[in-house]
């Protein structure tokens, strides 16, 4: 059973800055898809971020080019570098694993076994 844990959410101002990072136990981190995603009040879980266990990668339109997902293998964690934020990111966001070995990089909630509790990001105007 792999267990998740996001750090480093917190309140911003547009424009500003921050790091959110979940580390991972339980598992074989490495063997494993990973994805960020987010989920703002009276809206459904959205897709962020997310890695392939071969390393690809992709973003939402809406994140291009502001966010940024990274993983250590050695060190179990996957995080997301979110600059230029905007108000319209504000949400809880969610980190999450898959058990998969593919090439294929996966982009919808229901595609993954396993979840954090949430890290809540506020971006104020």
């Known amino acids: 059973q792999v267990q998740l844990v996001e750090s480093g959410g917190g309140l911003v101002q547009a424009g500003g800055s921050l790091r959110l990072s979940c580390a991972a136990s339980?598992?074989?981190?490495?063997?494993?898809?990973m994805g960020w995603f987010r989920q703002a009040p009276g809206k459904e879980r959205e897709f962020v971020a997310a890695?392939?266990?071969?390393?690809?990668?992709r973003y939402a339109d809406s994140v291009k080019g502001r966010f940024t997902i990274s993983r250590d293998n050695a060190k179990n964690t996957v995080s997301l570098q979110m600059n230029s934020l905007k108000p319209e990111d504000t949400a809880v966001y969610y980190c999450?694993?898959?058990?998969?070995?593919?090439?294929?990089?996966?982009?919808?909630?229901?595609?993954?076994?396993?979840w954090g509790q949430g890290t809540q990001v506020t971006v104020s105007s």
């Open positions: 999450a694993a898959r058990d998969d070995n593919t090439i294929l990089v996966f982009t919808a909630a229901g595609e993954y076994d396993y």
């Open positions: 339980g598992g074989t981190f490495s063997s494993y898809a």
């Open positions: 890695f392939s266990w071969r390393g690809g990668i």
